[in-house]
């Protein structure tokens, strides 16, 4: 039978597209991934670090298990993955059709430069005479119009930007391998032609059409014309009516039958409309009336080149799609400019500020003021540039410019030593995430003074330019302060794109107000339309943290999409070539490419053959040409097939040195990868012919061209040496082979989800919907979790919880166990035996009758302990309202938690319709000492409270005090609403909370205000105290499965921004307040995110053993176990049954700790022996002495 | 105490408390971030700056507000108006503060409405600014010869400057009477 898998188009190679895609990839799916640019990893390929460790780690993306499939080195460098196809410089030019069949187009550019062919020598820059600002450093460089796309990136290869690029085509002659070729310009293959009797309508047509870059012809007569059609072919026609000898209607019945495709416009004079009108009717496409502006006719060519272009576009039909195109940067110098972007020297953007700290920047590590030069000592941050700014029509937070300022901000002031002062002006520090806080209070203890306040305006300095920026700000309660800095780095916020608006409003897709697709409710990733979903930024401003959950999110609402229209997720095949080629004597083939002759001219490669051919298993040297080309390949197998080698070598350009092209070379020799290896000569080739070619010119040597020089240089004895000791260690790799392939791994295709909240049954629903069976435990009586009391007369919630839970109950995948815990487990990851134990509450009869009644089957059956096999587990058990440390109470007058009072408002113990005095006060406990993390969900949820008191009685009081407003991203409308609905707001400081003083009618609140640099106070009815969540996890929970608790008691992720569902067991997932504090809608997207892991996980079925995994010959075990505590992944255990160690190949990552704790040699890591690597060692070290 | 005489006066005035309420809805959405206070030209020159003016004004707290000048000073040079972030017409609610204090008659803005009033029909009577009749008009209208040696100084260096030109006092042209007329028909 063959299944179809479902193919996925992403949109947008972010860092959500690349995300979404790999967990589709990993799914089974086929993706097609789509980006406009000229490299993959948008915005963070020009980030170096990134909070919370000010490293980069996106390679923590990748794929843990099957990674044989997949890159494995840095993310910035690249990526590919077999079920991922990448097309760089597409654009999506339509969607069609309904979930299940879309039709897109897709539109890419033609690539001048062939990355295959290109060797990345550099000649073809040095030739180009064009100077352009290079986007990529942010303006502050420049670089030619040929270039390369990423500085970091894996490819040599170059990239011609054809908005540039003035087509003299230097870089063509300077190539030494004939990888650039000058296609025809999309525009230039639309030809027209120009019929008209007047010359100067001719003429000044051509004129037009032809700076426009159309391809046009004239003919003075219609049967000129005619003549021109019987040897072009032309796409449209522009004809005057009134000629002398033949007329335009005549001529255009004529062309019509040489060419029926062409469209045709008639010119006609004012007089002649008629007959324009006539020549429609024979099929004219539209007429124009002379005179007529450029404009006019422009138009009308530019809508059939539309469609010219759009039917050479390429068209694929994809099961669903997900859109990824992210935001833009808000551009400071648009509309008033306050700051003198572009006008003052020493402004800048952040993500200017970014690239001078990268290390590929302007500065190459060194921190230079842009105009002056000199080294910057004091940099001022200035937050909220186009963010939350009502003037700009920008009412939303932009997320990420907090954090990203505090981490350049600390970066600046520990990797700059000369930085002395570095200050960020803030309104609200949005640290609104787990670790966000601890890593502000990281950089105030490196030095960072952050002061709240915002900066109105610079007025640059005339007098004397170096003498630095003058800030003044308001500062608390005093009047103004100022202070010189060299720099001033605004933090700039996202800003929807026009394209995603243009695309969304063509296709149907809901847009909110600010130009933000709109998520559908409780769906976070689900567009309006049915089968396309968006992630990113695309759906409001996001950090990256955020961004990668959420793409998870689309990449399992598009499998979800795949399965309900028929979809096949793929069976994993497994790969089973025979290894005993391991024990044959070696007969290799060293397989050299000349390179068009390049090798040849620098390279004495008879010698280089010569000297490999001292070496007795060295069957074969073979000169072959293009490797990276299908019949230089092809030649190649021929001499394998012909020399019946066993192990390949080849020696040529990195391109082949890429893992996907060796493999490649593997399959259509039939040999397995690990005896095929690639080294790359090309590069050092061309160092050494450079070195040489400067020493031959600096030594005054004859005129004669470098190039010319190099060869002699090179092969002399002396040079072709490391050539030869480079291909000896590419042969020594391929000699030995790993005798014993590591074992593939059973598991249960089952999953465990612990918790039956809006999470846990999230996460349970999207697992069984692929397929899988599912235990979810509940320990109260009921399924719904914090959502039963969180709705706040919201029927929409109300209605989702139903909606939830009665189809988890009637899912037949699912079995529910209510009043259950996890009391313990055997067995070992992928092969749990977890066994469930009832929960017997104090209140047994709880006022959750209802759902026991349908619930009845499981419940009976909880009374005593059960087991269930599982081979993931999700922990979803959530988190709870912190303890407010004091007393409150439930009706009437007092103190309340939030919860309670949501309750007591929900309740109507609270009168809210006369009018009523409440205080609330944020961070009650939170964001300090042990809980020094924002909860998140506390400030909206108060301005949420604040406004439904204000909506039903005007005359209420509300007084909120906050520290910071956590409203980021688009809950920054709900806090502009809160302020215009009369809340209001007090800042307060961490040091120096309000005071409460409660008495009989309610209580009576102190505070010092900062602006008003006084004590206030105000008696209220009821205070509100915002504690924040706290997490239900339980350290005997997570240790059952072999997970930890990170220092607040939430779930210990893997990582927090780059695998933040999972353990380091990547079988142990997690979702919503387990893992941190999180809204509804992004604990939903955590749910799904946990749950495309966990399917990506159970679709492998038996996992297979990947290339580098670890094994052990039992025959040296003594079970020691020393490795086990060794492994940092826990992939290594002890199966007592059959008395021997195994490892978890989904777990294991070839790290190679465990070889070097065993003592006894028993652990081995796939691919390396100690003397296979010694050999290598030794080859590649000989000759050094 | 003049404190409780504001709310007091307020109380009894419906209609001018109704303007105070207004006033306070064109600040609601003020996030207070002090933009305003920072850019004001003026602010050396006020006992209270603008942004804890707003403050006290959305706290409530009206008689904090009627006790300061801060309000009079502005020089309605819209500049915070241009640079606050939430768009708010803070020049607007400077000058509809003005309206209410005059309006309530307070003490402590008698001369700041006695100069505005005089500068207001000087305009209305010319077309624009005689200085020494405006400032005459305003000094009989203080009734306070203490006044007036206070600006002796400044007269003495304008007319040093020959920035004064005394002229007998005229009916005027009268041309923008009608003007006047308009505004305050829009204005009630």
């Known amino acids: ?1185 | 105490m003049a404190l409780s005489d504001i709310s007091e006066k307020l109380a009894a005035l419906p209609e001018i408390s109704h303007r105070v309420d207004q006033i306070k809805h064109l600040v609601d959405a003020c996030i207070q971030c002090g933009t305003c206070s920072a850019s004001c030209p003026n602010l050396d020159f006020m006992d209270m700056t603008p942004r804890r003016m707003w403050r006290y004004l959305l706290a409530g707290r009206v008689e904090k507000v009627f006790a300061s000048q801060t309000f009079t000073l502005c020089s309605s040079c819209y500049v915070c108006t241009l640079r606050c972030p939430r768009g708010l017409p803070l020049t607007e609610a400077m000058a509809g503060l003005k309206q209410v204090a005059f309006a309530l008659k307070l003490e402590q803005f008698r001369r700041s409405r006695l100069f505005y009033a005089a500068f207001m029909e000087n305009i209305r009577q010319y077309g624009r600014v005689r200085e020494m009749e405006m400032m005459t008009r305003y000094f009989l209208a203080v009734k306070n010869p203490l006044v007036p040696l206070g600006y002796a100084s400044m007269g003495a260096r304008l007319l040093k400057k020959n920035k004064l030109h005394p002229r007998l006092p005229s009916r005027g042209s009268g041309k923008l009477a009608h003007l006047f007329e308009q505004a305050h028909r829009q204005e009630h």
């Open chain 1, 1 to 1185: 039978m063959t299944q179809q898998s479902a193919r996925i188009l992403v949109v947008g190679g972010g860092i959500s597209g690349i995300s979404a895609s790999l967990d589709l990839a990993r799914a089974g799916c086929q993706v097609l991934l789509v980006e406009q640019s000229d490299h993959l990893g948008g915005l963070l390929s020009q980030l170096d670090r990134q909070f919370p460790d000010s490293g980069c780690g996106m390679c923590r993306l990748l794929p843990l298990f099957n990674r044989d499939q997949t890159s494995d080195h840095c993310l910035r460098r690249g990526l590919f993955h077999e079920n991922i196809e990448i097309c760089l410089c597409t654009d999506l030019v339509s969607v069609e059709g309904e979930p299940g069949s879309f039709t897109v187009a897709l539109k890419q550019q033609a690539a001048r430069v062939d990355p295959a062919l290109c060797i990345g020598c550099g000649r073809c820059e040095a030739a180009c005479p064009v100077d352009v600002p290079d986007p990529f450093n942010a303006g502050l460089t420049s670089r030619k119009a040929i270039y390369r796309p990423c500085p970091q990136s894996f490819s040599y290869a170059y990239t011609i930007d054809p908005y540039a690029c003035k087509d003299c085509r230097a870089c063509q002659d300077a190539c030494p391998t004939g990888a650039i070729t000058f296609a025809v310009k999309e525009r230039e293959a639309f030809h027209v032609l120009v019929v008209d009797d007047e010359k100067i309508v001719r003429d000044s047509m051509k004129e037009w059409l032809a700076e426009e870059g159309y391809q046009v012809w004239t003919a003075a007569s219609a049967k000129k014309a005619l003549e021109l059609m019987a040897d072009t072919t032309f796409h449209m026609m522009l004809t005057d009516i009134k000629m002398p000898g033949m007329d335009g209607v005549e001529l255009l019945g004529r062309a019509k039958k040489l060419q029926p495709d062409l469209d045709v416009v008639m010119m006609t004079a004012y007089a002649a409309v008629d007959s324009a009108v006539e020549a429609m009717k024979q099929g004219a496409l539209d007429y124009v009336i002379k005179p007529f502006e450029p404009d006019t006719v422009l138009a009308m060519v530019s809508t059939c080149f539309a469609a010219f272009s759009a039917a050479r576009a390429r068209v694929e039909t994809v099961d669903a799609m997900i859109l990824a195109q992210g935001n833009n940067l808000f551009a400071p110098d648009v509309k008033t400019n306050p700051y003198g972007y572009r006008h003052i020297p020493g402004v800048v953007t952040s993500l200017e500020f970014e690239r001078m700290l990268s290390h590929a920047g302007p500065g190459q590590d060194t921190l230079v003021h842009p105009a002056t030069g000199h080294p910057v000592q004091r940099i001022a941050w200035f937050q909220c540039v186009g963010s939350r700014d009502l003037q700009y029509g920008n009412a939303f937070c932009s997320s990420f410019c907090c954090m990203a300022s505090v981490k350049q901000s600390m970066l600046a002031k520990t990797l700059y030593p000369q930085v002395t002062d570095a200050c960020v002006f803030y309104m609200d520090l949005r640290t609104s995430g787990k670790a966000y806080d601890l890593y502000a209070d990281q950089a105030r203890q490196a030095g960072v003074a952050f002061i709240r306040s915002r900066v109105h305006s610079l007025a640059p300095d005339t007098t004397d330019p170096g003498a630095g920026i003058r800030v003044v700000w308001a500062d608390g309660a005093a009047k103004t302060c100022e202070k010189i800095f060299d720099l001033v780095v605004l933090a700039v916020g996202q800003q929807p794109k026009d394209a995603v608006a243009v695309f969304a409003e063509k296709n149907g897709i809901a847009m909110d107000a600010s130009g933000f697709i709109r998520p559908e409710p409780f769906y976070p990733a689900h567009t309006s339309r049915s089968g396309i979903f968006a992630c990113g930024g695309l759906t409001g401003p996001k950090d990256i943290h955020e961004s990668i959950v959420l793409a998870s999110a689309a990449a399992m609402s598009a499998m979800e999409t795949a399965v309900m229209t028929d979809c096949q997720m793929p069976e994993k095949s497994a790969s089973t070539k025979p290894v005993t080629i391991a024990k044959e004597v070696p007969r290799i083939m060293v397989a050299i490419c000349r390179c068009r002759d390049l090798v040849q001219e620098t390279l004495d490669t008879e010698a280089v053959s010569h000297a490999l051919r001292l070496d007795p298993e060295v069957a074969a040297v073979e000169m072959t040409d293009r490797l990276c080309r299908e019949d230089g390949m092809d030649a190649m197998i021929a001499g394998i097939r012909k020399t019946g080698a066993n192990r390949l070598v080849t020696a040529s350009c990195a391109f082949c040195v890429k893992k996907q092209q060796l493999q490649k070379m593997a399959d259509l020799a039939d040999l397995p990868v690990q005896c095929v290896a690639g080294v790359d000569v090309i590069t050092s080739i061309i160092a050494a012919a450079e070195k040489a070619s400067s020493a031959a010119t600096s030594s005054g040597a004859a005129t004669s061209s470098a190039a010319e020089k190099a060869p002699a240089v090179l092969k002399t004895a002396f040079a072709i040496q490391p050539m030869v000791r480079q291909i000896r260690t590419g042969i020594s790799r391929v000699k030995t082979m790993p005798l014993e392939p590591g074992k593939g791994g059973d598991m249960f295709s089952r999953a465990l989800v612990v918790g039956g909240g809006i999470a846990g049954m999230t996460a349970a629903l999207a697992i069984a919907g692929q397929g899988f069976s599912v235990d979810l435990v509940e320990k109260s009586p009921a399924l719904g979790g914090n959502l039963v009391w969180l709705h706040l007369g919201s029927e929409d919630l109300t209605a989702f919880l139903e909606d939830r839970k009665a189809a988890v109950l009637a899912h037949d995948r699912i079995r529910v166990h209510t009043r259950t815990r996890v009391h313990s487990t055997t067995g070992r990851p992928g092969l749990w035996e977890t066994r469930l134990a009832p929960v017997h509450s104090a209140d047994e009869d709880g006022p959750s009758d209802k759902d026991d009644a349908v619930l009845s089957d499981s419940s009976k059956g909880a009374s005593s302990i059960h087991q269930v096999r599982h081979g993931v587990v999700v922990l979803a058990v959530g988190g709870t309202q912190a303890d407010p440390g004091i007393a409150t109470c439930e009706t009437g007058p007092g103190i309340y938690t939030q919860q309670g009072f949501q309750q007591a408002l929900d309740n109507k113990t609270i009168d809210i319709d006369a009018p009523v005095r409440v205080a609330m006060i944020q961070c009650w406990g939170s964001r300090q000492n042990d809980r020094n993390y924002c909860s998140r969900v506390c400030c909206p949820r108060s301005l949420e409270q604040a406004l439904f008191l204000k909506n039903r009685n005007q005359d209420s009081q509300v007084h909120v005090f906050y520290r910071d407003m956590m409203t980021p991203g688009l809950l920054e409308t709900l806090y502009t609403q809160a302020r215009q609905a009369g809340v209001l707001l007090f800042p307060y400081e961490k040091q120096n909370p309000p005071c409460l003083e409660p008495d009989d009618n309610g209580c009576k609140i102190t505070w010092s205000d900062a602006i008003l640099g006084r004590s206030m106070e105000t008696a209220v009815d009821y205070v509100v105290l915002a504690t924040g969540v706290t997490p239900n996890m339980t350290p005997d929970l997570a240790q059952t499965f072999g997970a930890d608790l990170d220092q607040f008691g939430f779930f210990d992720q893997a990582d927090s921004k780059w695998r933040p569902v999972e353990a380091l067991q990547p079988r142990v997932l997690a979702c919503g307040l387990a893992l941190e504090p999180f809204n509804i809608a992004s604990s939903l997207a955590t749910a799904r995110a946990a749950a495309a892991r966990a399917v990506a996980i159970l679709s492998q079925g038996k996992v297979q053993p990947g290339l580098d995994m670890a094994h052990v010959r039992n025959s040296y075990c003594s079970l020691c176990q020393l490795c086990i505590s060794a492994c940092p992944y826990g992939a290594r255990h002890v199966d007592h049954q059959a008395g021997v160690l195994v490892i978890d190949p989904l777990a294991c990552q070839g790290c190679g700790i465990c070889a070097a704790v065993c003592p006894s040699g028993a652990a081995v890591v796939g691919g390396i022996s100690p003397t296979h690597m010694l050999d290598v060692i030794n080859t590649a070290l000989s000759g050094h002495g």
